[in-house]
């Protein structure tokens, strides 16, 4: 009876990891081209960090479409400016920079925009943000659509805030 | 992402060597066949009522209680609701929650589910008037504490794995700290599954079968029992003190005479399987009730209550200080309507419940359940939106 309990906790639990959604999306049709799915937004709050004027937006995007999109550009009123951004590698040196031609979410499958990685970088911000605030985010993508998302600014700590440097020197 | 024919291979090999143990035939997945689709344990997030109530018991539970800060409008509730239902979305699909600084601990496949309740306070800020009372009057058993009562929200968080409990509460928490904080935390544990892998109503820490008499979900009985017009329901918390000690001095009659049931199967003491009906009528040699005047089950009975009828779920708990353990229930009630359903069920058992002598309620709480949400919706929207 152990042995048969033992296996059971084995069987039920195996995982499928899909790249953080446990549902696979389906290629469908060209005809639909339905849009990105945008899941999981939030903003890092400013409030009490050292750069109050900038900040970054994180996000899950799925495309259940069979043709590749891409994010282009985004724009919210609580900042002055706003880019699309990734880390690179650059004379040994993690640094941020402007992503060119913008966040590509491949057909069927995922982009996700995350700390350390690919951002929606919010600069100039108006003022700062604090947990349990909500930004307004627009998004345009490459099949020109457009989503208005309201975005919460949750708390957290980035791994070194000078990798966000202001962008116009003071 | 679509998964891998190495995870599918995966699964379906971990099934087989299940199968094998029980003597099922082991299947033989050969590279032309095509692997049968993934089984997953999520429950859907999304619905017209919150999932978790018509859901198996979760293995692990915990539930906390919050007082709004006194800064927290309207306007701020409303946030707070659309910040926890994309949690509530994330997690139950296995996702970090946005902004998770532990993102590893989200487990997919552990039927994560949470359940948010409102207390009296959310209602006035919505400046509505709540269904329901907003407490429970005092019975004469109770020996409430604060510590253990109350509250203007609720989180309840249940999942088949305590450590994707802990995690997910702990993102509720996090995020609602600019707009609330914890009055109190209660956590515990259930086993509704049998040794064959089946589900079973599960036991309290008395050893008794506990759930026997509640509807079964799809019914009439149970949609009647537990929804109200609106799609949602009101949940009844009760933390139960048992008293172990002298439990363990009666004999198992003794035991088996305060409920009304047998211990060993959960069956009416005038059946032989859980489910018979109880014969209340039915008379012993010296013409003395099979089931006794002040049985638990008699005067729980809906059939003793005018055809009243709750939807009761448990988790046990056992709290230890120091070397010392209290033991408990957690007793969970879902009904359409307080005041016509538990009260006077309450106030009967409150009067006459031969459990009374080793059970003490020490918290008690009340919560408006409020209905499910659909993808771009939020939890409390028609309230609160």
Redesign the interface.
């Known amino acids: 009876m152990k042995l048969l309990a033992a296996t059971i906790a084995v069987a039920l639990p195996v995982l499928l990891s899909s790249c953080g959604t446990a549902e696979a999306p389906k290629p469908v049709a060209a005809a639909q081209t339905p849009r990105v799915l945008i899941e999981d937004a939030w903003v890092r709050a400013t409030v009490g960090t050292k750069d109050t004027t900038m900040t970054a937006a994180f996000m899950a995007l799925t495309n259940p479409g069979n043709a590749d999109i891409k994010l282009i550009s985004a724009t919210s009123p609580v900042a002055g400016m706003v880019q699309l951004h990734e880390m690179a590698m650059k004379d040994g040196k993690m640094v941020m920079q402007e992503k060119a031609g913008g966040v590509s979410v491949p057909a069927a499958s995922h982009a996700h925009l995350s700390p350390g990685g690919d951002h929606i970088m919010l600069m100039d911000l108006k003022k700062p943000l604090k947990p349990g605030d909500e930004v307004p985010l627009t998004l345009k993508f490459s099949d020109n659509t457009t989503h208005d998302l309201t975005v919460p600014v949750k708390a957290f700590t980035e791994e070194e805030e000078h990798y966000h440097p202001t962008p116009t020197a003071k | ?3 891998s024919r190495r ?2 291979f ?2 379906a090999g ?2 087989a ?2 199968a094998a ?2 003597g099922g035939a082991v299947v033989a997945l050969d590279k032309d066949t095509p692997a049968p689709a ?1 089984v ?3 429950i859907d997030p999304y619905g017209d009522r919150q999932p978790a109530i018509t859901a198996p018991s979760p293995r692990h539970g915990e539930l906390v209680a919050f007082n709004l800060l006194p800064g927290t409008d309207k306007a ?1 509730l409303a ?2 609701l ?2 926890w239902s ?1 949690d509530v ?2 997690l139950g ?7 998770d ?1 532990a993102p590893e601990l989200a ?4 039927a994560l589910t949470t359940t948010v309740g409102f207390g009296p306070k959310v209602f006035e800020l919505a400046g509505q008037k709540q269904a329901g009372p907003d407490e429970l009057p005092v019975m004469r058993h109770d020996r409430l504490q604060d510590g253990w009562s109350g509250g203007d929200l609720l989180i309840l968080v249940g999942a ?2 305590e450590l994707s409990v802990v995690h997910a509460v702990r993102r509720f928490v ?2 609602a ?3 609330a904080t914890p009055a109190w935390r209660q956590s515990g544990f259930w086993n509704g599954t049998g ?1 064959d ?1 089946k589900p079973v109503t599960g036991r309290n820490l008395f050893g008794q079968v506990d759930g026997t008499g509640n509807p079964a979900v799809g019914t009439p009985e149970f949609d009647a029992t537990v929804w109200a017009a609106d799609g949602g329901t009101t949940l009844v918390v009760r933390r139960i003190k048992l008293n172990l000690d002298t439990w363990d001095e009666l004999t198992r009659s003794e035991q088996e005479r305060a409920i009304g049931r047998k211990l060993s199967t959960g069956a009416p003491l005038t059946g032989t399987a859980e489910h018979d009906e109880l014969d209340l009528e039915a008379r012993d040699a010296d013409g003395r009730p099979m089931i006794a005047a002040n049985a638990h089950a008699r005067l729980s009975h809906h059939s003793e209550n005018d055809g009243r009828r709750i939807f009761r779920k448990g988790l046990n708990y056992v709290h230890d200080t120091g070397t010392t353990r209290e033991s408990g229930l957690i007793f969970l009630s879902y009904q359409a309507d307080i005041t016509g359903q538990f009260f006077p069920l309450l106030a009967r058992l409150d009067a006459a419940d031969a459990l009374n002598e080793w059970t003490t309620t020490i918290g008690s709480a009340v919560f408006a359940i409020p209905p499910g949400f659909q993808p771009g919706g939020w939890i409390g929207q028609k309230l609160l939106g």
């Open positions: 992402m679509k998964p995870q599918l995966g699964y971990a099934a060597a299940g143990v029980t993934p997953s344990r999520n701020a946030r707070l659309r910040l994309a979305v994330a699909n296995g996702r970090p929650a946005p902004g600084t487990t997919a496949n552990v088949d794995d996090a995020d700290r600019p707009f040794p892998g």
